[in-house]
Every structure is written in C-alpha cells, then in structure tokens.
Nanobody, 125 residues
C-alpha cells in the first residue's frame, strides 16, 4: 500500500509564495507519475500540475503556467509544488496523487491510483 502525505499549506497574502511537499512511502517503487490537484469549496477537483517520475515531462494547467513549478526528488520519493504570485482564486485544498501506470499524459484525476489527504492553501486579498 502506498501512502502520500502533503505538507506546506497555509495562509498567505496575494502575491506571496508557498511550497507544497508530497512524500510517498510504502510500495511506491515503479510509479510512473505524480500530480497535484486542487478542490475549492463547491467546485470539482481540478488538475494543477504533474510530472513523469523520470522527470522528462511536466504538465501544467493553463491557470498556473508561469506561476507554479513542479519538481521531484526520486531518492526521497518526494514531489514539490512551488507556488508563486498566488491569487485569492488559488485558495483550495491541494492534493497530491500517484499513478502506477504508463500514460501519454497525466492530467485526469480518475487515472491516478493513490491520493493524499490534502493540505489547505488560503490566499487572502
């Protein structure tokens, strides 16, 4: 069984930065990709960013391009999401997810196999 634990959420003013961390443990060896999703109150969960475990590909939602950066440390089985120039509309619970299967892209929530508990990000105006 794989466990994913997110950390790094919090309260920040608009224009500020936060760095999220997702640490994987358990039988995560062989994973193909990890992604970040978010869900705001009353809204559906949406894709934010993803990275192939090899690091050769990354994907970003249009609304975070140029502001967020996803990266990974294979040795630590950890993925990071650096969030800059935060906006109030970025307020949401952020979830990391892990996909154990090969795919051409990793932007759809249903394709992921494991999910973390989520970490709250609140951006004040």
């Amino acid at each position: 069984q794989v466990q994913l634990v997110e950390s790094g959420g919090g309260l920040v003013q608009a224009g500020g930065s936060l760095s999220l961390t997702c640490a994987a443990s358990g039988r995560s060896f062989g994973a193909y990709a990890m992604g970040w999703f978010r869900q705001a109150p009353g809204k559906e969960r949406e894709f934010v960013a993803a990275i192939r475990w090899s690091g050769e590909n990354t994907w970003y939602a249009d609304f975070v391009k140029g502001r967020f950066t996803i990266s990974r440390d294979n040795a630590k089985e950890t993925v990071y999401l650096q969030m800059n120039s935060l906006k109030p509309e970025d307020t949401a619970v952020y979830y990391c997810a892990l996909d154990m299967h090969y795919a051409l892209t990793y932007t759809a929530a249903p394709q992921y196999d494991y999910w973390g508990q989520g970490t709250q990000v609140t951006v004040s105006s």
